[in-house]
Protein backbone atom coordinates (compact mmCIF):
# COMPACT_ATOMS: atom_id res chain seq x y z
CA UNK A 1 0.00 0.00 0.00
CA UNK A 2 2.85 2.11 0.86
CA UNK A 3 3.53 1.89 -2.81
CA UNK A 4 0.64 2.64 -4.16
CA UNK A 5 0.94 6.07 -2.60
CA UNK A 6 4.55 6.58 -3.85
CA UNK A 7 3.30 5.78 -7.39
CA UNK A 8 -0.06 8.75 -7.12
CA UNK A 9 2.60 11.32 -6.58
CA UNK A 10 1.72 12.18 -2.92
CA UNK A 11 3.68 14.49 -1.17
CA UNK A 12 3.41 13.78 2.57
CA UNK A 13 4.83 11.61 4.68
CA UNK A 14 3.41 8.26 4.22
CA UNK A 15 3.97 5.90 6.96
CA UNK A 16 3.24 1.76 6.76
CA UNK A 17 3.54 -1.00 9.18
CA UNK A 18 6.98 -1.72 9.41
CA UNK A 19 8.14 2.03 9.69
CA UNK A 20 9.61 3.85 12.19
CA UNK A 21 7.43 5.80 14.45
CA UNK A 22 3.80 3.64 12.91
CA UNK A 23 3.17 2.82 16.51
CA UNK A 24 3.11 7.13 17.43
CA UNK A 25 1.65 7.61 14.26
CA UNK A 26 -1.34 5.04 14.61
CA UNK A 27 -2.51 6.05 18.67
CA UNK A 28 -5.51 8.18 18.77
CA UNK A 29 -7.21 10.23 21.61
CA UNK A 30 -9.11 7.63 23.56
CA UNK A 31 -6.99 4.94 24.71
CA UNK A 32 -9.69 2.22 24.60
CA UNK A 33 -9.62 2.11 20.55
CA UNK A 34 -6.47 0.34 19.29
CA UNK A 35 -6.47 -0.48 15.86
CA UNK A 36 -3.27 -1.07 12.88
CA UNK A 37 -3.78 0.68 9.62
CA UNK A 38 -2.44 -0.31 6.79
CA UNK A 39 -1.07 2.82 5.98
CA UNK A 40 -0.99 6.71 8.01
CA UNK A 41 -0.38 8.96 4.90
CA UNK A 42 0.38 13.33 6.19
CA UNK A 43 -1.44 15.45 4.16
CA UNK A 44 -0.08 18.49 3.75
CA UNK A 45 -2.32 20.11 0.87
CA UNK A 46 -5.93 19.73 -1.30
CA UNK A 47 -3.72 17.56 -3.56
CA UNK A 48 -2.62 15.46 -1.24
CA UNK A 49 -5.99 14.68 0.00
CA UNK A 50 -7.18 13.91 -3.31
CA UNK A 51 -4.73 11.10 -4.03
CA UNK A 52 -5.58 9.69 -0.68
CA UNK A 53 -9.27 9.60 -1.48
CA UNK A 54 -8.26 8.20 -5.06
CA UNK A 55 -6.09 5.45 -3.66
CA UNK A 56 -9.04 4.38 -0.97
CA UNK A 57 -11.29 4.36 -3.86
CA UNK A 58 -9.03 2.22 -6.17
CA UNK A 59 -8.91 -0.34 -3.40
CA UNK A 60 -11.74 -0.75 -1.72
CA UNK A 61 -9.86 -0.02 1.59
CA UNK A 62 -11.53 1.86 4.55
CA UNK A 63 -11.02 5.27 4.66
CA UNK A 64 -10.54 6.56 8.36
CA UNK A 65 -9.90 10.90 8.15
CA UNK A 66 -8.11 12.14 11.50
CA UNK A 67 -7.73 15.65 12.82
CA UNK A 68 -7.48 15.90 16.40
CA UNK A 69 -8.19 12.31 16.27
CA UNK A 70 -11.14 12.46 19.09
CA UNK A 71 -13.42 10.89 17.88
CA UNK A 72 -15.26 8.34 20.78
CA UNK A 73 -15.60 5.54 18.70
CA UNK A 74 -12.22 5.49 16.93
CA UNK A 75 -13.21 6.75 13.15
CA UNK A 76 -10.17 8.88 13.20
CA UNK A 77 -8.71 5.26 12.47
CA UNK A 78 -9.40 1.57 11.11
CA UNK A 79 -8.00 -1.76 10.55
CA UNK A 80 -5.70 -2.64 7.61
CA UNK A 81 -7.17 0.59 6.01
CA UNK A 82 -5.99 4.07 4.74
CA UNK A 83 -6.02 6.76 7.96
CA UNK A 84 -5.83 10.56 6.17
CA UNK A 85 -3.75 12.27 8.82
CA UNK A 86 -4.48 16.28 8.42
CA UNK A 87 -2.75 17.26 11.96
CA UNK A 88 0.40 18.65 10.52
CA UNK A 89 -1.73 21.24 8.47
CA UNK A 90 -3.23 23.24 11.06
CA UNK A 91 -2.49 26.91 10.21
CA UNK A 92 -5.49 29.49 10.69
CA UNK A 93 -5.40 32.77 8.64
CA UNK A 94 -7.19 35.37 10.79
CA UNK A 95 -8.32 39.19 9.07
CA UNK A 96 -9.51 40.91 11.57
CA UNK A 97 -11.06 43.78 9.13
CA UNK A 98 -13.50 41.73 7.63
CA UNK A 99 -13.97 39.37 11.11
CA UNK A 100 -13.10 35.97 9.25
CA UNK A 101 -10.89 33.05 10.22
CA UNK A 102 -9.96 30.39 7.69
CA UNK A 103 -8.65 27.13 9.47
CA UNK A 104 -7.39 24.48 7.09
CA UNK A 105 -8.49 20.91 7.96
CA UNK A 106 -5.94 19.61 10.60
CA UNK A 107 -6.39 22.72 13.02
CA UNK A 108 -7.13 22.38 16.61
CA UNK A 109 -9.82 24.29 18.66
CA UNK A 110 -6.52 25.56 20.51
CA UNK A 111 -5.01 27.26 16.81
CA UNK A 112 -8.17 28.93 16.14
CA UNK A 113 -8.36 30.18 19.87
CA UNK A 114 -5.06 31.40 19.73
CA UNK A 115 -5.04 32.64 16.43
CA UNK A 116 -8.41 35.14 16.80
CA UNK A 117 -8.33 35.96 20.51
CA UNK A 118 -5.47 37.71 20.61
CA UNK A 119 -7.36 40.46 18.16
CA UNK A 120 -10.15 40.47 20.58
CA UNK A 121 -12.36 37.93 18.19
CA UNK A 122 -13.72 34.49 18.72
CA UNK A 123 -15.89 31.88 17.06
CA UNK A 124 -18.24 29.57 19.10
CA UNK A 125 -16.52 26.43 19.40
CA UNK A 126 -16.00 23.55 22.08
CA UNK A 127 -14.06 23.01 25.73
CA UNK A 128 -10.93 20.97 25.20
CA UNK A 129 -8.08 22.57 22.88
CA UNK A 130 -6.44 19.61 21.21
CA UNK A 131 -9.91 18.67 19.78
CA UNK A 132 -9.89 19.13 16.31
CA UNK A 133 -11.97 21.91 14.78
CA UNK A 134 -12.91 19.79 11.91
CA UNK A 135 -14.45 16.98 13.74
CA UNK A 136 -16.25 19.09 16.34
CA UNK A 137 -17.35 21.84 13.42
CA UNK A 138 -19.04 19.26 11.00
CA UNK A 139 -21.01 17.79 14.01
CA UNK A 140 -22.56 21.01 15.70
CA UNK A 141 -19.81 22.44 17.71
CA UNK A 142 -21.46 23.78 21.30
CA UNK A 143 -19.65 25.50 24.54
CA UNK A 144 -18.88 28.18 26.88
CA UNK A 145 -20.16 30.56 23.73
CA UNK A 146 -22.97 28.65 22.36
CA UNK A 147 -26.03 30.70 24.44
CA UNK A 148 -24.47 34.55 23.10
CA UNK A 149 -23.47 33.03 19.94
CA UNK A 150 -25.02 30.09 18.64
CA UNK A 151 -23.23 26.66 17.59
CA UNK A 152 -19.85 26.66 15.89
CA UNK A 153 -22.40 25.47 12.67
CA UNK A 154 -23.67 29.28 13.12
CA UNK A 155 -20.38 30.98 12.45
CA UNK A 156 -19.51 28.64 9.62
CA UNK A 157 -19.67 31.07 6.44
CA UNK A 158 -18.05 28.33 3.83
CA UNK A 159 -15.96 25.06 3.41
CA UNK A 160 -13.63 23.57 0.76
CA UNK A 161 -15.14 20.16 0.66
CA UNK A 162 -12.61 17.17 -1.21
CA UNK A 163 -15.78 14.91 -2.94
CA UNK A 164 -15.66 11.05 -3.33
CA UNK A 165 -15.07 11.75 -6.91
CA UNK A 166 -11.89 13.54 -6.80
CA UNK A 167 -13.96 16.83 -7.35
CA UNK A 168 -13.50 19.75 -5.03
CA UNK A 169 -16.10 22.49 -4.60
CA UNK A 170 -16.82 25.18 -2.15
CA UNK A 171 -20.28 24.90 0.04
CA UNK A 172 -21.54 28.12 1.34
CA UNK A 173 -25.12 29.48 1.26
CA UNK A 174 -25.17 30.76 -2.53
CA UNK A 175 -22.70 27.72 -3.79
CA UNK A 176 -23.87 23.73 -3.08
CA UNK A 177 -26.41 25.19 -0.50
CA UNK A 178 -27.93 21.48 0.23
CA UNK A 179 -24.19 20.13 0.53
CA UNK A 180 -23.46 23.39 2.51
CA UNK A 181 -26.59 22.44 4.91
CA UNK A 182 -25.96 18.61 5.53
CA UNK A 183 -22.04 19.82 6.20
CA UNK A 184 -23.87 21.53 9.42
CA UNK A 185 -24.62 18.64 11.67
CA UNK A 186 -24.13 15.63 8.98
CA UNK A 187 -20.69 14.93 9.95
CA UNK A 188 -17.65 13.50 7.72
CA UNK A 189 -20.17 11.89 5.73
CA UNK A 190 -19.66 13.86 2.77
CA UNK A 191 -16.16 14.60 2.17
CA UNK A 192 -12.93 15.84 3.56
CA UNK A 193 -13.35 19.16 4.41
CA UNK A 194 -9.69 21.05 3.93
CA UNK A 195 -10.99 24.77 4.86
CA UNK A 196 -13.73 26.07 6.62
CA UNK A 197 -13.83 29.63 6.74
CA UNK A 198 -15.75 30.81 9.82
CA UNK A 199 -17.41 34.24 10.97
CA UNK A 200 -15.63 36.00 14.02
CA UNK A 201 -17.36 37.89 17.25
CA UNK A 202 -16.37 39.98 19.28
CA UNK A 203 -15.17 38.10 22.67
CA UNK A 204 -15.77 41.41 24.83
CA UNK A 205 -15.63 40.89 28.94
CA UNK A 206 -15.10 37.46 30.44
CA UNK A 207 -15.64 36.59 33.59
CA UNK A 208 -15.63 33.35 35.11
CA UNK A 209 -16.85 32.03 38.24
CA UNK A 210 -16.66 28.38 39.64
CA UNK A 211 -17.26 26.21 42.37
CA UNK A 212 -17.91 22.80 44.00
CA UNK A 213 -19.52 20.83 46.71
CA UNK A 214 -19.93 17.43 47.89
CA UNK A 215 -21.74 15.40 45.54
CA UNK A 216 -24.36 14.19 48.78
CA UNK A 217 -25.08 17.89 48.94
CA UNK A 218 -25.87 18.58 45.49
CA UNK A 219 -29.56 17.93 45.36
CA UNK A 220 -30.54 21.17 46.64
CA UNK A 221 -28.00 23.43 44.47
CA UNK A 222 -28.86 22.00 41.54
CA UNK A 223 -32.83 22.91 42.23
CA UNK A 224 -31.79 26.64 42.88
CA UNK A 225 -29.28 26.59 39.75
CA UNK A 226 -32.05 25.02 37.55
CA UNK A 227 -34.14 28.12 38.04
CA UNK A 228 -31.38 30.60 38.01
CA UNK A 229 -30.24 29.52 34.77
CA UNK A 230 -33.56 29.41 33.46
CA UNK A 231 -33.87 33.64 33.78
CA UNK A 232 -30.03 34.39 32.77
CA UNK A 233 -29.13 36.16 30.01
CA UNK A 234 -27.83 34.72 27.05
CA UNK A 235 -24.37 36.51 27.63
CA UNK A 236 -23.81 33.49 30.17
CA UNK A 237 -23.33 30.08 30.04
CA UNK A 238 -23.52 27.18 32.61
CA UNK A 239 -22.49 23.69 33.34
CA UNK A 240 -21.94 22.02 35.83
CA UNK A 241 -20.04 17.93 36.46
CA UNK A 242 -20.96 15.42 39.29
CA UNK A 243 -18.75 12.88 40.30
CA UNK A 244 -19.31 10.14 42.67
CA UNK A 245 -17.89 12.60 45.46
CA UNK A 246 -17.99 16.20 44.00
CA UNK A 247 -20.43 18.60 42.26
CA UNK A 248 -18.60 21.38 40.53
CA UNK A 249 -20.48 24.16 38.65
CA UNK A 250 -19.83 27.01 36.37
CA UNK A 251 -21.09 30.24 35.05
CA UNK A 252 -19.09 31.98 31.93
CA UNK A 253 -20.24 35.46 31.17
CA UNK A 254 -19.14 37.13 27.71
CA UNK A 255 -19.53 40.22 25.48
CA UNK A 256 -20.74 43.57 27.35
CA UNK A 257 -19.43 44.03 30.96
CA UNK A 258 -22.51 45.69 32.27
CA UNK A 259 -24.28 43.22 34.72
CA UNK A 260 -21.13 40.38 34.48
CA UNK A 261 -20.19 40.41 37.98
CA UNK A 262 -23.35 40.41 39.61
CA UNK A 263 -24.74 37.38 36.87
CA UNK A 264 -21.84 35.40 37.59
CA UNK A 265 -21.88 35.43 41.37
CA UNK A 266 -25.41 35.33 41.84
CA UNK A 267 -24.72 31.06 41.45
CA UNK A 268 -22.08 31.04 43.79
CA UNK A 269 -24.58 32.01 46.37
CA UNK A 270 -26.94 29.21 45.98
CA UNK A 271 -26.28 27.60 48.62
CA UNK A 272 -23.69 27.85 52.07
CA UNK A 273 -22.29 24.53 50.75
CA UNK A 274 -20.44 25.90 47.61
CA UNK A 275 -16.75 26.71 47.96
CA UNK A 276 -15.08 28.28 44.98
CA UNK A 277 -14.76 32.24 43.59
CA UNK A 278 -15.90 34.22 40.84
CA UNK A 279 -11.75 34.58 39.77
CA UNK A 280 -10.04 36.20 37.03
CA UNK A 281 -9.30 33.49 34.55
CA UNK A 282 -8.55 34.40 30.73
CA UNK A 283 -10.74 32.92 27.78
CA UNK A 284 -7.60 30.60 26.59
CA UNK A 285 -7.12 29.88 30.18
CA UNK A 286 -11.15 28.92 30.82
CA UNK A 287 -10.69 27.05 26.95
CA UNK A 288 -7.39 24.86 28.08
CA UNK A 289 -8.90 23.92 32.09
CA UNK A 290 -10.05 20.65 30.79
CA UNK A 291 -6.65 19.70 28.62
CA UNK A 292 -5.23 17.61 31.33
CA UNK A 293 -8.57 15.54 32.44
CA UNK A 294 -9.35 14.53 29.05
CA UNK A 295 -5.65 13.83 28.54
CA UNK A 296 -4.59 11.58 25.35
CA UNK A 297 -4.55 7.86 26.14
CA UNK A 298 -6.88 7.76 28.77
CA UNK A 299 -10.33 5.40 27.69
CA UNK A 300 -13.20 6.97 27.27
CA UNK A 301 -16.96 6.11 26.67
CA UNK A 302 -20.05 8.61 25.87
CA UNK A 303 -23.38 8.99 25.21
CA UNK A 304 -25.52 12.07 25.63
CA UNK A 305 -28.81 13.63 25.29
CA UNK A 306 -31.11 16.73 24.95
CA UNK A 307 -32.82 17.86 27.85
CA UNK A 308 -36.10 20.48 27.61
CA UNK A 309 -35.58 21.28 31.31
CA UNK A 310 -33.55 20.49 34.60
CA UNK A 311 -36.42 19.01 36.01
CA UNK A 312 -36.23 17.44 40.12
CA UNK A 313 -36.45 13.76 38.38
CA UNK A 314 -33.39 14.79 36.58
CA UNK A 315 -31.88 16.31 39.07
CA UNK A 316 -32.15 13.07 41.59
CA UNK A 317 -31.54 10.83 38.46
CA UNK A 318 -28.28 12.40 37.89
CA UNK A 319 -27.10 12.00 41.93
CA UNK A 320 -28.00 8.83 42.33
CA UNK A 321 -26.31 7.24 39.27
CA UNK A 322 -23.11 8.81 39.90
CA UNK A 323 -23.20 7.56 43.48
CA UNK A 324 -22.02 3.93 41.62
CA UNK A 325 -19.14 5.84 39.07
CA UNK A 326 -16.89 2.89 38.30
CA UNK A 327 -13.85 5.72 38.99
CA UNK A 328 -13.51 8.84 40.69
CA UNK A 329 -13.14 10.94 37.18
CA UNK A 330 -16.38 9.02 35.86
CA UNK A 331 -18.77 11.66 35.10
CA UNK A 332 -22.53 13.42 33.96
CA UNK A 333 -21.73 16.79 32.62
CA UNK A 334 -24.70 19.23 31.41
CA UNK A 335 -23.91 22.40 29.14
CA UNK A 336 -26.46 24.98 29.57
CA UNK A 337 -28.52 25.75 26.27
CA UNK A 338 -30.90 27.64 24.93
CA UNK A 339 -30.20 31.59 23.84
CA UNK A 340 -28.66 31.47 20.28
CA UNK A 341 -28.89 28.02 19.93
CA UNK A 342 -32.80 28.02 19.83
CA UNK A 343 -32.82 31.02 17.91
CA UNK A 344 -31.87 29.11 14.29
CA UNK A 345 -34.82 27.20 12.73
CA UNK A 346 -35.12 23.47 13.48
CA UNK A 347 -34.29 22.65 9.36
CA UNK A 348 -31.71 25.23 9.15
CA UNK A 349 -29.08 23.10 9.41
CA UNK A 350 -28.94 18.80 9.70
CA UNK A 351 -28.19 19.33 13.40
CA UNK A 352 -30.67 18.22 15.79
CA UNK A 353 -31.30 19.55 19.00
CA UNK A 354 -32.12 23.21 18.81
CA UNK A 355 -35.06 23.42 21.33
CA UNK A 356 -33.37 22.08 23.65
CA UNK A 357 -32.79 23.68 27.35
CA UNK A 358 -29.63 21.51 28.25
CA UNK A 359 -27.15 18.88 26.77
CA UNK A 360 -25.43 15.66 29.11
CA UNK A 361 -23.34 13.17 28.62
CA UNK A 362 -22.16 10.19 30.41
CA UNK A 363 -18.44 9.83 30.56
CA UNK A 364 -16.94 7.23 32.48
CA UNK A 365 -12.90 7.64 32.07
CA UNK A 366 -10.60 5.23 33.30
CA UNK A 367 -6.96 4.18 32.52
CA UNK A 368 -7.08 0.29 33.07
CA UNK A 369 -8.03 -1.77 31.00
CA UNK A 370 -9.41 -4.39 33.59
CA UNK A 371 -11.92 -1.41 34.53
CA UNK A 372 -13.04 -1.69 30.89
CA UNK A 373 -16.28 -3.55 31.50
CA UNK A 374 -17.18 -1.90 34.77
CA UNK A 375 -16.93 1.31 33.14
CA UNK A 376 -18.34 0.38 30.13
CA UNK A 377 -21.57 -1.44 31.65
CA UNK A 378 -22.16 2.10 33.83
CA UNK A 379 -22.29 4.35 31.08
CA UNK A 380 -24.24 2.41 28.71
CA UNK A 381 -26.98 1.87 31.93
CA UNK A 382 -26.86 5.42 33.22
CA UNK A 383 -27.14 7.14 29.49
CA UNK A 384 -30.22 4.72 29.43
CA UNK A 385 -31.74 5.78 32.11
CA UNK A 386 -31.18 9.54 31.39
CA UNK A 387 -32.22 9.16 27.92
CA UNK A 388 -35.90 7.78 29.20
CA UNK A 389 -35.81 11.36 30.70
CA UNK A 390 -34.66 13.05 27.45
CA UNK A 391 -35.86 14.71 24.55
CA UNK A 392 -35.47 13.00 20.58
CA UNK A 393 -32.95 13.65 18.82
CA UNK A 394 -28.73 13.58 19.50
CA UNK A 395 -25.64 15.38 19.17
CA UNK A 396 -23.40 12.77 16.84
CA UNK A 397 -19.94 13.87 18.11
CA UNK A 398 -20.22 12.38 21.90
CA UNK A 399 -22.03 9.12 21.08
CA UNK A 400 -19.47 6.28 21.32
CA UNK A 401 -22.08 3.73 20.07
CA UNK A 402 -22.60 2.98 16.21
CA UNK A 403 -24.79 1.53 14.02
CA UNK A 404 -27.96 2.50 12.51
CA UNK A 405 -30.16 3.13 15.45
CA UNK A 406 -27.63 5.42 16.63
CA UNK A 407 -27.71 7.75 13.66
CA UNK A 408 -31.55 7.18 12.58
CA UNK A 409 -32.27 8.04 16.26
CA UNK A 410 -29.82 11.32 16.40
CA UNK A 411 -31.38 12.91 13.50
CA UNK A 412 -34.99 11.75 13.58
CA UNK A 413 -36.76 10.25 10.38
CA UNK A 414 -36.93 13.72 8.14
CA UNK A 415 -33.64 14.77 8.59
CA UNK A 416 -31.95 11.42 8.00
CA UNK A 417 -34.04 11.30 4.91
CA UNK A 418 -32.59 14.88 3.84
CA UNK A 419 -28.88 13.36 4.96
CA UNK A 420 -29.37 10.02 2.78
CA UNK A 421 -30.37 11.92 -0.64
CA UNK A 422 -27.31 14.19 0.02
CA UNK A 423 -24.74 11.02 0.32
CA UNK A 424 -27.10 9.51 -2.69
CA UNK A 425 -25.31 12.69 -4.39
CA UNK A 426 -21.61 12.96 -3.26
CA UNK A 427 -20.64 9.94 -1.88
CA UNK A 428 -23.06 6.88 -3.89
CA UNK A 429 -20.25 4.23 -2.65
CA UNK A 430 -20.10 5.25 1.19
CA UNK A 431 -16.18 5.80 0.87
CA UNK A 432 -16.96 8.11 3.93
CA UNK A 433 -18.18 5.40 5.83
CA UNK A 434 -16.66 5.84 9.49
CA UNK A 435 -18.40 7.60 11.12
CA UNK A 436 -22.37 8.60 12.50
CA UNK A 437 -22.84 6.95 9.17
CA UNK A 438 -25.93 8.16 6.86
CA UNK A 439 -26.81 5.42 4.08
CA UNK A 440 -27.13 6.57 0.80
CA UNK A 441 -30.07 6.48 -1.31
CA UNK A 442 -30.25 5.97 -4.85
CA UNK A 443 -31.77 7.48 -8.07
CA UNK A 444 -31.17 11.27 -6.53
Known sequence: MV????RSGFEGQVVGSRDVGYADRRRVWNGLI????????GATSVADVRRAIEVAADTGLPLAVRCGGHSFPGFSTCEGGVVLDLSSWGSVEVDSVERTAEASGGALLGDLDRATVPH???TPAGVVSHTGAGGLTLGGGMGWLSRRLGLTIDSLLGADVCLADGRVVYASESEEPELFWGLRGGGGNFGVV?????????LGSVHVGSWSCPTAESGDVLGGYAELAQRSSGQLSTAFTVTRDTMR???????????ASRAVAAFGELSDQLSGSAAGVTFLELQRRLDDHFAWGRRYYAKGGFLAALTPEVIDLLTESVASAPTSDSEIYVLQLGGAVSEVADDATAYT???AGFYWIVEPVWDTPSDDARCLGWG???AAALASLSMRGNYVNEQSDIGDSTTHDAYGQNTYQRLAALKGRFDPTNLFRLNQNIQPTSGT
Not at 3 to 6: G, I, L, S, T, V
Not at 34 to 41: A, E, K, M, S, Y
Open 380 to 382: RET
Open 353 to 355: GRQ
Open 34 to 41: DRRPGVIV
Open 194 to 202: TRFVFRLHE
Open 249 to 259: LSAVWSGVEAG
Open 120 to 122: GLV
Open 3 to 6: EAFA
